[in-house]
């Protein structure tokens, strides 16, 4: 069964580009939030197999939701989307429990790459 | 030291070292912050050296070293018995320690440190109610070249458990994009496996992405299976495990693995890096700079060649070029040194200064990991230590005057390093109580150093510089007083010898930020000095063969050419001043010859003076400067002159073109 996906951005455009990207990967996209308290929502609702996390949104930062999230299931897999130059907050989330991280612009396949090594798929 | 040991002495010295000196830099660190990993790492590395100085037969080291480990695992388990007044204790005895292992790499007699030791025991029967345990020194069969230097004296019998310990070596791949972030999060995964140890780099490095080649090796102790620890790792992308194996099983006690680990990662490291000597650095540099040279040299003869066998020259010469530049390049960068070999004493003398002064100062180091050519960290490393003493001394204020402006007790001086694409920035800021500009030009004005008009014209930042004339200085303590002139002085001076820029910021009440602005490498040479006409100027001293002072009637003379006799020749002689257009007056008597290398053979220059040999900084010539012939280069002495350097064939083929 494909694995089920929970997709974390504030920006459309960003959610899209990564649904395309999953979906080309045969992972299946199952919800998505524009912030982290939605996310956070969305996780115990719908208990996907993978999160990906924005880290500045607002209501919630993507730190915060992950540590939420961490606290609701510290075997929950949340791979952080970053920019370069967010290497210390990436750090700070990788304290609160984050499990991978990939950085934007994103490319296909090295989100790929880490998704199914961080799935343990590969 | 019994005879089979001597062996041992050069790992022993090297080892105790470093696990001296790391315990230094946690005493320091233990005032601010005594957390249980930095007592249990000084337990090691006091249980290491204690166990090392007993299997080499140092009594006196090894008895230290033990009361030193008695104290340490005191505080570990009661941390109210950690007062200032301990911390110097150890702080003797780890110094005391390091002057034994010196006298020990140098084959002296150590003073016996009685008084120490009786002090140190007298502490531990004072915190225990009992006399310490006997230290078991190794006096005759030494441990086989296989074993670990020294089983230790005290570990406990059979202590071992399930635990493993795995010797893990990852590579961060060359394409991540953020390798600082990647080996953070094989670091994060790991720690939650089990306890990390000689982790390299370590975590700051390689937070910050610092990691050579991408290599990072660790030890872990973990009762997790090798299959678990191998797939932890492959389920992060971007990461390959090049290795993983057993170390051995661990025992209870902390303390008991570290000499066969540190060893090993010491042999591990031998593998990887050769210790030179810096002259032998200095020399190839020197040679590389050289062959640049000649190799720009072999270019121009090539235009003079007949054109069916000029292609084929310039394509060797392009060829060799490449190569010689590579060469440099890779020179170059093996004299790089982290500024940490200057800065890692520097928590050290800011504490010791600041009890001295009754005053609470903490230093924070940042970017010491940042590498620069060996000649400017031997430059920069006083300078430094003057500035970081007058933040100390002057900058930051008593702990009762700093709480009546609202400051807090304690003072912080951030000490922090830069890098640029070829220039670093070294700042250090203290937080105390700045310098006054107003002040400082009217005692400048005052002594005549600057016109009043000057001195209204002048911004805040400017007038700090004038602290750095010589003699100046603000009575009221606003700069203080004795010596701040001269030294702030000495360190601008410097930092500018090295091409860097100097700069003060201060404000009043805030605190002052002393900036030094770095080229990352230089070139040195060393100088034949000489005097002709009331100038001084350097010749290579590579390009020196000998030198002498000769009478006169010693010369011979042939029509309108005089000789040198030397060494079973005659060298033809020509006054350097007048291959340089330099007026002078006709001399007799005994003077100064400089023997070298012309493109047609031995020469000697008649010169003035001989003053020695200086080893400095070459900068190149400005323009329009490179356009006269024989001029290499310039540079400034230590005393702050300006030298021409010589390149002495380009000044005889002028001569004889223009003859």
Known sequence: MAKRVLVVDDAIFMRNMIKDIFMSGGLEVVGEASNGLEAVEKYKELKPDLTTMDIVMPFKSGIEATRDIIKENDKAVVVMCSALGQESLVMEAIEAGASDFIVKPFRSDDVLAVVKKVLGEE | MPIEMSKYLGIYVTEATEHLEALGRELVELEKNAADSLVDSMFRH??????????????????????????????????????????????????????????????????????????????????????????????????????????????????????????????????????????????????NAGQIFELRPPIESLRSGRIPEGLISLELETSAPASEIESLVKNIAEVELLSLQQVKPAAVEPGSQEPSAASKSASQEAHRTVRIRTELLDYFLENAGELLL??????????????????????????????????????????????????????????????????????????????LDRAIIDSVSDPLLHLLRNCVDHGIEEPKQREDVKKGPRGRILLGVRRTQDRVAIELEDDGRGMDAEKLKAIAKERGLITAAAAAKMSDNEAYLLACLPGISTATGVTDTSGRGVGLDAVKKA??????????????????????????????????????CDEVVGLPITKVLGAAEVDSGKLSSSRDSTFLPHENSLLPVYELAALLR??????????????????????????????????????????????????????????????????????????????
């Open chain 2, 294 to 371: 000649a190799s720009a040299n072999m270019r121009e003869w090539g235009k003079g060649l007949p054109a069916q066998i000029r292609t084929q020259f310039n394509e060797g010469v392009d060829r060799l070029q490449l190569l010689v530049k590579d060469l440099h390049g890779k020179v170059m960068s093996s004299r790089m040194m982290p500024l940490a070999s200057v800065t890692d004493r520097f928590p050290r003398a800011t504490r010791d200064l600041a009890r001295r002064h009754g005053k609470e100062v903490d230093l924070v180091i940042t970017g010491a990991e940042v590498e």
């Open chain 2, 495 to 532: 930092v500018e010898n090295l091409g860097g820029k100097f700069e003060i910021e201060s404000r009043r009440g805030r605190g002052t930020r002393f900036v030094l602005d770095l080229p990352l490498t230089v070139s040195v040479v060393n100088l034949m000095l000489a005097k002709v």
């Open chain 2, 582 to 659: 330099w007026p002078s007056a006709p001399t007799s008597g005994a003077r100064p010859y400089i023997v070298t290398e012309g493109e047609a053979g031995k020469v000697a220059l008649a010169v003035d003076k001989l003053l020695g040999q200086e080893e400095v900084v070459l900068k190149v010539l400005p323009a329009p400067l490179q356009l006269i012939p024989g001029l290499s280069g310039v540079s400034i002495l230590g005393s702050g002159r300006p030298i021409f350097i010589l390149d002495v064939p380009r000044l005889l083929e002028h001569e004889l073109a223009a003859s």
């Open chain 2, 46 to 191: 006091a249980h290491s050296v204690k166990g090392m100085a007993a299997a080499m037969g140092y009594e006196a080291s090894a008895v230290l070293a033990h009361r030193l480990e008695d104290i340490v695992q005191l505080v570990r388990g009661d941390r109210s018995k950690l007062n200032g007044d301990l911390v110097d204790l150890l702080l003797a005895a780890t110094d005391a320690l390091m002057e034994q292992v010196r006298a020990a790499a140098e084959n002296r007699e150590a003073p016996q440190p009685d008084e120490l030791l009786g002090r140190l025991t007298g502490t531990v029967s004072a915190l225990t109610g009992r006399a310490p345990a006997p230290t078991r020194v190794l006096q005759a069969a030494p441990p086989t070249p296989s074993q670990p230097p020294s089983p230790p004296a005290d570990a406990p019998a059979g202590a071992s458990n399930f635990h493993g310990r795995w010797a893990i070596q990852l590579r961060v791949a060359a394409s991540c994009q953020v390798p600082g972030v990647r080996a953070f999060l094989v670091y994060k995964r790991l720690c």
